[in-house]
């Protein structure tokens, strides 16, 4: 029994070293020890594939990034493919707004959402008691960091908008931060560089139930208020899901957090 034990892991220990899953380079804030009942028996995740299926939508309201992939996350977030991930997201977008005849009426509109997708709350996922998403979410002190205002643009999306806005497009915020948030919303986006939009609508005392149901209530107010969303951007499926979406939706890249 003894001897068994011992063979396994010395089995573990080979396969922990030929994948290198203790030997990530470059590393962000050092990987949590995984010792301890969890650690090891914990079953091999391959984090590539796993963010596959986040960002394709086959998996479906995952609580937390898992711990085996946090360090994935985190080299991936703050690296450069993020970056040239989000770039290629824009240029795919003005290429597909090229190719629309904007009214002069300035009914033509294009919905973004906030988070990770025109602010970027990568400063506050990076810490360490955050990891990444894989730590349990704590609403108080993401509030807390919210309320700093200091979220930077998420990358290319300054870009996005004044290039929209210059093709005549209006910019409509829906997010699900909420209204008490607006002064210091408003301050933060201005400060970043997004200066002028027909709507930033955020999530009031009655905006219950799911971000599906939210973002479709508002943007059928939009469609009944005579505009049409001609494009849609988001980083959540549930931006991009619903009614009313729009002629064409773009998804960023998120794989830090699930929102329904
Ligand atoms: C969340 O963060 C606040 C502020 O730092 C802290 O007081 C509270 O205990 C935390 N809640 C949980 C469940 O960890
Ligand atoms: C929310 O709904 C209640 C009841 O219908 C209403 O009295 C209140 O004005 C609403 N609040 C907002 C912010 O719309
Ligand atoms: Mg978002």
């Not at 309201?61 to 994935?72: I, S, T």
Request: proline share 4%; charged share 20%; with cysteine.
């Amino acid at each position: 029994m003894r001897f068994i034990f011992f063979f396994l892991i010395c089995v573990a220990a080979i396969a922990a070293k030929a994948s290198h899953i203790d030997s990530i380079p470059n590393q962000i804030h050092p990987l949590r020890p995984k010792t301890g009942s969890g650690g090891r028996h914990l079953a091999q995740i391959n984090c590539l594939s796993w963010r596959l299926a986040v960002e394709t939508n086959n998996f479906h309201d995952w609580k937390l990034v898992p711990l085996q992939c946090e360090g994935y996350v985190g080299h991936y977030m703050l690296g450069k493919q993020y970056r040239d991930d989000c770039y290629n997201v824009v240029a795919a977008a003005i290429q597909y707004a090229k190719t629309l005849k904007i009214a002069k009426d300035g009914k033509d509109v294009w919905v973004f959402d906030i988070d990770e997708t025109t602010l970027s709350n990568l400063p506050y996922y990076a810490r360490s008691d955050v990891a990444f998403g894989a730590i349990k979410f704590n609403g108080t002190k993401f509030d807390e960091w919210t309320r700093e205002g200091k979220a930077p643009a998420v990358p290319g999306a300054i870009f996005l908008y004044r290039t929209l806005l210059a093709m005549g497009i209006k910019p409509v915020f829906i997010t699900g931060t909420k209204e008490e948030f607006r002064k210091i919303r408003i301050a933060n986006l201005k400060k970043v560089g997004y200066h002028s939009w027909i709507k930033l609508i955020l999530k009031g005392a009655n905006d219950t139930g799911s971000s599906v149901t939210y973002k479709s209530g508002k943007r059928a107010d939009l469609v009944k208020a005579g505009y049409r969303i001609v494009g849609n951007i988001g980083d959540q499926w549930s931006d991009l899901l619903g009614d009313f979406v729009g002629l064409r939706t773009f998804k960023l890249p998120d794989p830090m957090y699930y929102i329904s």
